[in-house]
């Protein structure tokens, strides 16, 4: 394992073979990484020496290994870049080599983590990758017991240089192998990879977006995603993923300031959620909940959000709460203290209750994009399609742009054009990426008295579906007007 920078003993040889070669080729030759080399070439003030092609003299020993081994491999022992074992291959039509996945018998099994005094205190004052390759066990094992113990992790404030050696590598090498040799994240090298527009190693396209609320994807980009993370108690890499694949900017971080408070905003605390105000005044949940206890209001109460009809109170352990939830668009909580209230037994079906018309829908559509539809996960959508004995969705054959479809790429939102070609939205995203044009946003759209009559008679994804845009701008239009969703079961 190659030796990282605080493991290094940087003597006089050391330090006179820095600058002579590229930082890989001294790192290889010490036995240390080559993002410590280039730290400390730029603590020494020296600059960077790329290894030229003219430099790389292939013998037919050299061309027997091509494609006996990873090309990172044979570069290590052949002392150059990837890149030349890679055009080299490609010249002489080789196929590059696939590593077998080992029998799970043979795997390594990591060990427990023992936490003693001297390893609580190192908690925090290195990164996790770290501390976990030092003890035997893996990252997550090492964030999960730092967490416990309240302790913050380590930020490395120096910036990331991405150098043409690190960039040539991506989807070459596993993103974790990449993040370890260059003691950065393994977050890090996969949001670099997806914004390049990569796929990640052994893989044949682009990483799945990670499943969110539609009320969070609707603030990724407008809304810093700390504050989106806390809000909605989500996960900040989900967020970063998402915007990666979307290629959404970073939502600039404003610093909030005493906000003056007129008489109908303070007439307005308590009557609504403290986030849904603050995003109708355009400040932050935390100015609104400050404000709301400094009053003594207390706050939103979201019993009174729906009318418990006949017809509702009938389907009550008829058919399982997280169901119910999810058509009337309430917490699970709020059905299941209902039912309880009531003395009615909980559903004995614990599966979802599929509709006659989502059932038609399985198997002519990727799972991800009707499991956005319908409001359910990726699996359950896959699983249920599965057990119907109904194949996958599939292309009649690999997607050819035309000069017509390329011309359109960036001049309207992803989503819509994925509509309109029949493919998903990350597929016209990467390509987008690739002619390097910007992101397209949707402008507002029209809601005629057509349209907002069919609210509440039929799903919101059917409207969406009609006006080529997501289920969760219906939802929300709907509420604003104070239309009741759509339910099947009624």
Known sequence: MLLAYREVEWIDEIDQAIGTDSDSIIGLRFGISPRSISVRRRNLGRMVIRTQATEVIWTKKMEKQLGTMPDTQLAEQLGMPP??????????????HVIPENPKSERKQMGRLKLTPGRIASLGKSSDAFLARRWGVTPGTVTVRRKKLGIEPFIQNQEIQW??????QLGEVPDGRLAREYEISDMVVK???????IFQFGKSEMDRSPELPKEVIDLIGKVPDKQISDQFNVSRQSIRVYRALNAIPLAEYVVPTDHPWQEHETAMLGTISDGALARKMGITPEQVCYRRRSLGIPPFDRKGTIRWTKERIAQLGNYPDHDLARRWEIAQKMVTEKREALGIAPSKNKERVWTKSELKLLGTVRDTELAKQIGASYTHVSRKRVQLGIPAFKTSGPFHWTPAMLKRVGTIPDEELALELGVSYQFVGQKRLELGRPAKRRSSLKWTKEIVSKMGKISDATIAKELRCSGGLVRLKRTELGIAPFDPLA
């Open 83 to 96: 890149y030349w074992v890679r055009k080299r291959r490609a010249e002489l039509g080789i196929a590059a």
């Open 163 to 168: 150098t043409k050696w690190m960039i040539e």
């Open 191 to 197: 949001i670099k990879r997806i914004e390049m527009g």
